[in-house]
Structures are given as C-alpha cells and as structure tokens.
C-alpha cells in the first residue's frame, strides 16, 4: 500500500490517501475533490480551476497525469 497527499495529486490539503494502485488512488483522490467541491473550500475551488485549465490541453493533461502515476510508482511499499 503507499501513501499520497491531496497536494501531491494536485489538490489543495494534506490529506493522506493510502492505495495500491494508481487507480484507487486517483479515484480516492475525485472522490475527496468532489466533497471539497460540495463544502465550497475555497482552497480546493482554486485547485479544480487549475486542474480545468490543464484539461483544456490534453497532451499537457495526459503529462501532468502520467507524471502523477509515476510518482505513485516510486512510492515505497
């Protein structure tokens, strides 16, 4: 299992979210934005709206998410 922060997947907060794939990990990642987008946090807010931004490009998309899957990767156990 590894351990990664919401700022660490591009979020706003420290929240720890532990996984053992890649996928859990993104999918623990939406679920926690999608509550945060819900309680309004305005921190949050600002990292969906830059994360909107990088979605309009999606070669710069699919960089900035492989780039996140490979730090998972390099994660310890």
């Not at 600002?46 to 996140?68: G, R, T, V």
């Amino acid at each position: 299992m590894k351990t990664m922060t919401c700022k660490e997947l591009g979020g706003a907060c420290d929240l720890a979210f532990q996984a053992n794939t890649f996928e859990e990990m993104a999918e623990l990642s939406q679920q926690h934005g999608m509550e945060m987008h819900r309680q309004q946090d305005p921190a949050h807010l600002q990292a969906m709206q830059e994360m909107q931004s990088l979605m309009k490009d999606p070669a710069e998309m699919n960089a900035w998410f492989e780039s996140k899957r490979k730090a998972f990767e390099a994660l310890p156990e």
